[in-house]
């Protein structure tokens, strides 16, 4: 029996199968087990992912036990303090962080692709005023493959190139549009002068009829919401990302798929959850009347922003985020302010009860990036959109990397349990 296998008997027929394991560069090593079904005549079943490796990939580790990410071997600590979000893009995009001369083009191309298509801005004109800016989100971004049909051969490298810089440099434009349209306001165009977060911020808050300006310190925290919210791994939106590209769909089709999945509150939809939640607790001296009903297994309530899929300790964008949000209310003079008491409140309590450690609760990326982008005054819809514009690099490279590879069609298989094979019954025969 070789030394790198798993071998698996089915007890039914004693018929024993070698699986080869493989090893990655870090985490738990995986068996692969795509003849499974030759060899045994039996699927896996594995609902929701919670053992099951769904590709190999290059760009993002997580170690959910020790609270680690890295994006490119790089610890997101170190570039959520030192690089710029455009720099983390390039990372993300080509394996290794740019030289000079890289980084210089790669701004410039990022830079002059932000400009939307004229006539996209009349396609949010169909949307009704209240609409939620996600939902024109999924539309928007979807309705760029009408726009730009000139790069959608997905075999063709550089069409992927451009496509990729037209996500990666429009998503600021549609998601600050996209606000703009909800509050009544005039679309702002980007400004080739800012750098890619600065810009972003410019198009969603000013207006013609008066001087911008932005303290640093907010543009600094929004940089970090963004480096760190760039990518992670197979997770829901990007899986589906992938899956929506395996089918060679077009990539802003793929996107949007993405930024669908994003939407729901057990994903990106978890920090407008947060805040809502924060809201409705009000005071310090609820908190414990909250804990109580997030421990009640016969109370749908959870906690918002508590709890991950794979960080099973702190998760480490959450305590960056932390110290921002405690720099933001400094800057902004609301050094006391008391949604911020009241969170760090609710964390310390839930870090000392039971039920939180022994499941292993902590504070998730979402738990302090709403209060921040409150302080800065995004509103609390736009909060989802936020983490898509971050995000769609990571989904971009991902997708990138799934059609390198040749993964072919993503198609899971099931375990059917409905109802066997039976005849049709006419109308006059049925009970
Ligand atoms: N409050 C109270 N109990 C919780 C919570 C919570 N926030 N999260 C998990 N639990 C309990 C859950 O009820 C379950 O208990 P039991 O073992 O008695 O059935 C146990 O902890 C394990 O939970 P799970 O549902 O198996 O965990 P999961 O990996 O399926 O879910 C999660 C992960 C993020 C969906 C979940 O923790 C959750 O709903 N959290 C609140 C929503 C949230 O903050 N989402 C943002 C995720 S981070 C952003 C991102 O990366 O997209």
Redesign the pocket.
């Known amino acids: 029996m070789a030394a790198n296998t798993l071998t698996i008997r089915d007890n039914r027929t004693g018929k024993e199968v070698e699986f080869p394991i493989e090893s990655g560069t870090e985490g738990p090593p995986v068996v692969a087990v795509e003849k499974f079904y030759k060899e045994f005549g039996l699927f896996t079943l594995d609902p929701g992912f919670r053992s099951t490796a769904s590709c190999k990939s290059k760009i993002t580790f997580i170690d959910g036990e020790a609270g680690v990410l890295l994006y490119r071997g790089y610890p997101i600590e170190q570039l959520a303090e030192s690089s710029s979000f455009a720099e983390v893009c390039y990372l993300l995009l080509y394996g290794e962080l740019p030289n000079q001369d890289q980084y210089n083009d790669f701004v410039h191309k990022v830079t002059h692709h932000t400009m939307l298509h004229e006539q996209i801005l009349n396609f949010y004109k169909g949307y009704r005023r209240d609409a939620h800016p996600m939902a024109i989100m999924v539309g928007v971004v979807g309705a760029l493959s009408a726009f730009y049909h000139d790069s959608l051969d997905v075999h063709n490298p550089r069409h992927r190139e451009i496509s990729a810089f037209r996500l990666i440099s429009k998503i600021p434009t549609i998601a600050a549009a996209s606000y703009k349209y909800s509050v009544g306001q005039p679309f702002v165009y980007p400004d080739n002068g800012k750098g890619y977060v600065e810009n972003f911020l410019y198009m969603l808050f000013s207006v013609p009829c008066a001087k911008y300006t932005i303290s640093p310190v907010l543009v600094r925290a929004m940089r970090q919401i963004m480096i760190l919210h760039a990518d992670?791994e197979q997770?829901a939106s990007t899986s589906t990302v992938r899956l929506a590209g395996s089918s060679q769909a077009n990539p802003f089709a793929a996107a949007s798929a993405g930024i669908g999945a994003l939407w729901g509150?057990?994903?990106?939809g978890?920090n407008e959850e947060v805040l809502s939640m924060l809201h409705e607790i009000g005071s310090v001296e609820r908190v414990g009347e909250y804990i109580k009903r997030?421990k009640d297994?016969k109370d749908p309530f959870?906690?918002?922003?508590?709890?991950?899929?794979v960080y099973k300790n702190y998760d480490p964008r959450a305590r960056i985020l932390k110290k921002a949000a405690h720099d933001v209310l400094v800057e902004l003079g609301r050094g006391n302010d008391p949604m911020f008491k009241l969170a760090m409140e609710l964390e310390r309590i839930a870090q000392e009860d039971e039920y939180f450690v022994t499941?292993k609760?902590y504070p998730?990326?979402?738990f302090y990036s709403g209060i921040i982008q409150s302080a800065i005054g995004i509103p609390t819809n736009m909060f989802t959109v936020i983490f898509a514009v971050a995000r769609m690099v990571g989904w971009v490279a991902q997708w990138k990397e799934m059609i390198e590879y040749g993964e072919g069609i993503g198609r899971p298989r099931q375990l059917y349990v409905g109802a066997a094979r039976r005849d049709y019954l006419f109308m006059n025969e049925r009970k």
Do not use: E, I, Q
């Open positions: 992670h997770n509150p057990a994903h990106g978890a997030a297994p959870r906690l918002m922003g508590f709890g991950h899929r499941k609760l998730n990326v979402d």
